[in-house]
């Protein structure tokens, strides 16, 4: 069932012979990339390809979550840009709302058009070829378009004015300020493009304006004004350089050109929508229930089709854990729809079907992606129907007992012995009008780790690292000595700070500058030798507390060592090249792996060492 926004009359008397400017309006998702990258090309872009789900080198944030996240370090000033003028078709996802995903709202994987200016262009020109955009390439009805601002950005109120855009048509908003995509980073007001897609979509108020939760006015274009660096402490500073970044979801823009209620019956998604009706033998429109369980299947179809091309792999934590979660829920809707076997593959084929042609990568890994998704369905599909028959038996306990609420060590029992993220659980126990005790889960989670890590600890070389150190921070020499001397600043024996350590007796050294390596890395640590005045000291091992010193670990073989003394620290310089040539091994394998296996072979662990060298990798089969 296609709902179809009111219809509008070109009002705006551009003319369609106008230079540059296309004389039909794109209206399918492929012209809609075409004229957003032809349009900014002619205002002197030059276009930067996606990058890839998995941000490069930002600790900050999981995900790309925004078509900036690849330009921070040209607005940071960290690195050239190719050009000051740039634009993209950036592909994203966004967590905030998996639970939410089947409503008309919420997307998790979306593609993102934007322009940026890397201390070129500001807010003049990126105000006036917004609104040239939207009038002449669009041709989008003047009257039906409304402008967002941040309170106290009276500049941009005054350049929206100079476009036409009428006084009561600018609402400032406090939420117009847009934040850097993780904990830092460049930051600033932004204003907002709205369409008004008719009083039938509206709550009916006559206040009724955009920022109202109602359905009838759809931000489609946000603009914001890079002006300042914020730490991860929320303090700003002025950027030496102003920025642009704009954002235009492609989805959204192709709902408002293909006159679509939602995004779900545009050309992006109706391909895929049509194979899950034909999976499922349902019709889409025919029930709320059963349309937002199709609508389910779609998006998390897509986001589980570029987060495993991406080279994520389902998992425990970080992205592997948002991978796993859409692909349960996925798996768990599907049951709901009545498909009772196997079936994301369909799904993924359905996705790469759609959109290998914009992505071709997809088509080229289409078999590993495949097997990724196969691999995690087989795995949760085994305990599913044992753990809902659970669920189901313990909230009848609970409704028995007239409780509203589970105990948080049962749906702790659920993703420990079942694999249901508590996400997932929570969304079930909602639909039945229960919730539980969250923190009784946490209690029990955390109890579980203590436990892993009780289980896992172990003592370097049978020693104990001893008491907090406080004394100053290791310089480390290595990258450049094999030997050099260094003082004394700390002697411990059996975990206890003592002044001397005599023939035979083991303990730890720390040094105040040293050319041994402390095992990081998966590579091990150094040993060599610590000659004193009156003494001979063995590494055996080298490891760091974690705040800066390195722990010289090994026993007195001759004399005695004293405290404050200057040694001479000599490493094992052979056992040292092995390690280094190990180390190129993996380096090496890992490169190997990507190229036979995939991008998605990267690494989970490695151990470096004298006599081997071990590299942990993610792959879906043997």
Request: overall charge negative.
């Amino acid at each position: 069932m296609i709902h179809v926004i009111q219809g509008w009359t070109d009002t705006t008397g551009v003319r369609d012979d106008m230079q540059g400017a296309p004389t039909n309006k794109p209206v399918t998702s492929e012209e809609i990339r075409r004229a957003w990258l032809d349009f900014f090309k002619g205002k002197g872009h030059l276009e930067m390809p996606s990058s890839s789900l998995v941000p490069h080198d930002d600790p900050t944030v999981l995900l790309t979550t925004a078509g900036m996240q690849q330009m921070i370090p040209f607005m940071l000033g960290r690195e050239q840009p190719p050009r000051r003028r740039l634009v993209s078709i950036q592909k994203c996802f966004r967590t905030t709302d998996i639970d939410s995903v089947g409503n008309l709202r919420n997307l998790t994987f979306f593609e993102m058009l934007g322009n940026f200016s890397i201390g070129d262009y500001f807010k003049a020109e990126a105000i006036a070829w917004a609104w040239e955009f939207v009038l002449d390439w669009l041709k989008l009805p003047a009257d039906r378009l409304w402008i967002t601002v941040h309170p106290t950005d009276d500049e941009a109120v005054d350049l929206w004015l100079r476009t036409g855009v009428p006084r009561e048509r600018i609402v400032p908003l406090e939420e117009n300020w847009w934040g850097p995509p993780g904990l830092s980073g460049p930051c600033g007001p932004d204003s907002e493009l709205y369409l008004d897609r008719g009083e039938a979509l509206g709550c009916g108020r006559p206040d009724c304006k955009p920022g109202c939760d109602c359905e009838r006015f759809l931000e489609f274009w946000n603009l914001v004004f890079m002006q300042y660096s914020q730490d991860e402490h929320g303090h700003r500073t002025p950027l030496a350089q102003k920025n642009i970044d704009t954002g235009a979801g492609l989805e959204r823009l192709s709902a408002i050109m293909q006159e679509c209620r939602s995004v779900y019956e545009t050309d992006l998604f109706r391909p895929i929508v049509a194979g899950v009706e034909r999976l499922t033998g349902l019709t889409y429109g025919a029930s709320p229930e059963q349309d937002f369980g199709l609508r389910v299947l779609a998006d998390h179809g897509r986001g589980m089709t570029f987060l495993v091309g991406d080279g994520v792999v389902p998992s425990n934590e970080g992205r592997g854990y948002v991978l796993r979660r859409i692909i349960r829920r996925a798996v768990r809707y599907g049951r709901l729809l009545g498909l009772d076997r196997p079936f994301l593959t369909h799904i993924v084929d359905l996705v790469i079907d759609r959109m290998g042609k914009v992505y071709p990568s997809l088509i080229a890994d289409r078999e590993r992606i495949r097997q990724t998704v196969a691999t995690e369905e087989e795995r949760f599909a085994a305990t599913l129907q044992a753990g809902l028959a659970l669920l189901e038996r313990w909230t009848a306990e609970a409704r028995d007992r007239g409780e509203r609420s589970l105990s948080g060590e049962l749906v702790f029992k659920l993703y420990d012995t079942y694999g249901f993220p508590e996400e997932l659980t929570a969304e079930i126990l909602r639909e039945r009008g229960l919730t539980f005790d969250e923190d009784e889960y946490r209690r029990a989670m955390e109890e579980q780790r203590a436990r892993s890590r009780a289980a896992g600890r172990f003592a370097v070389a049978g020693r104990a690292l001893g008491a907090a150190l406080d004394v100053p921070r290791t310089e480390f020499l290595g990258y450049e000595a094999t030997s050099a001397e260094g003082r004394v600043l700390a002697l411990q024996r059996d975990g206890v700070p003592v002044e001397a350590m005599g023939e035979g007796e083991t303990g730890v050294v720390v040094l105040d500058r040293t050319p041994f390596y402390a095992e990081a890395g998966g590579q091990v640590g150094d040993t060599g030798v610590l000659v004193g005045p009156a003494g001979r000291f063995l590494v055996e091992d080298t490891q760091s507390d974690g705040a800066g010193h390195h722990l010289h670990l090994g026993r007195v073989v001759e004399g005695v060592l004293q405290l404050g003394e200057t040694v001479r620290a000599t490493v094992d310089a052979r056992r040292r090249e092995d390690i280094m040539r190990h180390h190129t091994v993996t380096h090496l394998l890992h490169q190997a792996l990507q190229d036979v296996l995939g991008p998605h072979a990267l690494q989970a662990g490695s151990l470096v060492s004298p006599d081997v060298a071990r590299f942990d990798f993610a792959h879906p089969r043997p």
